[in-house]
């Protein structure tokens, strides 16, 4: 029987190659104030930024840029939302990876409020925020994050008090996403191999939710399908490759929508906390804790077999395998080798090159939460799981 399930509305979806040229018609439409956020460095070495600024420049709006260069943290987000909060801005656009997204999509929902942003985050705000925006475009640089589909921009603060929450609303969701495989092109390799790891876990955990749904699992499996035809190819061979390129990015797009209705498991449980205590790029905890966690998974569900995700996951892992015909269990052990060489193909760092060591294990377990993950851990099994990533 299929349970009572939500699924959240989606932007207007432009991909294809090419497809930033339309940016400027779809930002002229919603009025003539106009600020773009852009990430550091990439696009705009590629000369991309430059042509997408320049061709905004064209269609005569008053036209604010702000670079984002590092994940968005309250302090960030409040800066540019009073910055501009007089100055009529009517769309918002993200030109980056998920950090300048998520920044795009925090400053969206903020210049019509009246706080500043801790007070309507998810867990620490004391407000619900009431979803008035500026509506928001989303141009991905990254394939990664899918946050150009989601409805929440997840904001860190680091240090010894750090957290990583979201700020959520169905209205969050950006007006428009505008996926041109050529943006990526030029994406550097650790970020491709890293981003890439952040699109599979996220596939992988929201395929073997226990909330996931028909919706759900029909794009996280045509995404991980994806996933095992294109990440590798990406990262080799990235720079010229543009199928491999589009391949990415439609995974990376199904895992925002995925992760948005089916909810996400362990490996971004741990995220939460190993991103707010450390200074760790969200897509390399994603990358070290992949292979860990679900060979522990694996371990757990054959010993599960009546539970749901047991049949997902002997399914993921034949969309993984090169063969056709195997035992069940043949499968799951092949899949757990190529997560691991997956791993290594794409040179995944270690959390302890980020300054994770065995002091932090035990305040990264007190404070992960399995999310929606099929099965349980003792805290003993957790520790196991963070020391094979650390
Ligand atoms: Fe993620």
Do not use: W
């Amino acid at each position: 029987m299929i349970a009572p399930f939500r699924f959240s509305s989606l932007p207007v979806v432009h991909f294809g190659t090419g497809k930033r040229k339309i940016l400027p018609g779809i930002a002229k439409e919603f009025g003539s104030g106009v600020l773009i956020l852009t990430g550091s460095s990439s696009i705009h070495n590629t000369g991309h930024g430059e042509e997408i600024i320049n061709g905004l420049k064209q269609i005569n709006v008053r036209l604010f840029h702000e670079i984002i260069a590092r994940e968005p943290s309250p302090e960030i987000v409040d800066g540019i939302v009073s910055k501009y909060k007089q100055s009529d801005i009517d769309v918002v656009i993200a030109v980056g990876g998920g950090s300048v997204m998520d920044a795009g999509k925090a400053v969206s929902a903020l210049l019509p409020v009246e706080y500043g942003i801790k007070r309507y985050l998810e867990g620490i705000g004391d407000l619900k925020h009431p979803g008035l925006k500026v509506p928001c475009i989303a141009l991905p640089t990254t394939s990664g994050t899918g946050s150009e589909m989601t409805k929440n921009a997840v904001i860190s603060e680091v240090g010894e008090e750090g957290f990583k929450k979201s700020l959520r609303h169905e209205k969050f969701i950006p007006e428009h996403a505008i996926i041109d495989p050529e943006m990526m092109l030029s994406c550097p390799d650790r970020l491709t191999a890293t981003s890439g790891m952040d699109a599979f876990s996220q596939l992988l955990e929201s395929y073997l939710s226990s909330q996931s749904n028909p919706f759900t699992d029909a794009l996280a499996l045509q995404g991980l399908k994806h996933i095992k035809k294109y990440l590798l190819r990406a990262y080799l061979e990235g720079d010229q490759n543009i199928e491999s390129r589009a391949g990415m990015s439609i995974a990376a797009m199904f895992s925002g929508i995925t992760l948005a209705n089916a909810g996400l498991g362990l490996v971004h449980g741990f995220a939460s906390p190993l991103g707010g205590y450390f200074e760790i790029p969200h897509g390399v905890v994603c990358g070290a804790l992949m292979a860990p966690v679900f060979s522990f998974t694996i371990d757990k569900l054959i010993e599960q077999k009546d539970n749901p995700a047991y049949h997902k996951m002997v399914i993921a892992s034949k969309v993984f395998s090169d063969f056709k015909y195997r035992e069940e269990k043949e499968f799951l052990m092949a899949f757990k080798e190529k997560l691991v060489h997956i791993s290594k193909v794409l040179e995944i760092p270690r959390l302890s090159e980020y300054g994770f060591g065995e002091e932090g294990f035990e305040k990264i377990i007190k404070n992960t939460s399995h999310k929606q993950h099929p099965v349980a851990f003792t805290n003993e099994e957790l520790k196991k799981i963070i020391s094979s990533a650390a």
